[in-house]
Nanobody, 120 residues
Framework: QVQLVESGGGSVQAGGSQRLSCAAS????????MGWFRQAPGKEREGVAA???????SYADSVKGRFTISKDNAKNTLYLQMNSLKPEDTAMYYC???????????????WGQGTQVTVS
């Protein structure tokens, strides 16, 4: 059974930084494409970043240059470092596994319960 548990969300001021973590289990983490997507109230799901099994990364244009995705295969943990946060980054952030072709639309095979990030 795939389990993805996010942590690190909370409130932060605009311009600040925050790091999200995701502990994964029940999944072949090291050979998987993992990612993050977010969803704000009343808005469509949006893929934020993805990291392939070889470590290559991709980002949504809206976060490029500000967010960094990384993973620690030994710890089965995925990270999202968010810098220069803006109010429009406010959303529920979800850790996800099994990237699909339309991952930028938030299309993944599995995802966690989410962690709220609020930027004011």
């Amino acid at each position: 059974q795939v389990q993805l548990v996010e942590s690190g969300g909370g409130s932060v001021q605009a311009g600040g930084s925050q790091r999200l973590s995701c502990a994964a289990s029940g999944y072949t983490f090291s050979s998987a494409c993992m990612g993050w997507f977010r969803q704000a109230p009343g808005k469509e799901r949006e893929g934020v970043a993805a990291i392939a099994s070889d470590g290559s990364t991709s980002y949504a244009d809206s976060v490029k240059g500000r967010f960094t995705i990384s993973k620690d295969n030994a710890k089965n943990t995925l990270y999202l470092q968010m810098n220069s946060l803006k109010p429009e980054d406010t959303a529920m952030y979800y850790c996800a596994a099994e990237c699909r072709v339309n991952w930028v639309l938030g299309d993944f095979g599995y995802w966690g319960q989410g962690t709220q990030v609020t930027v004011s």
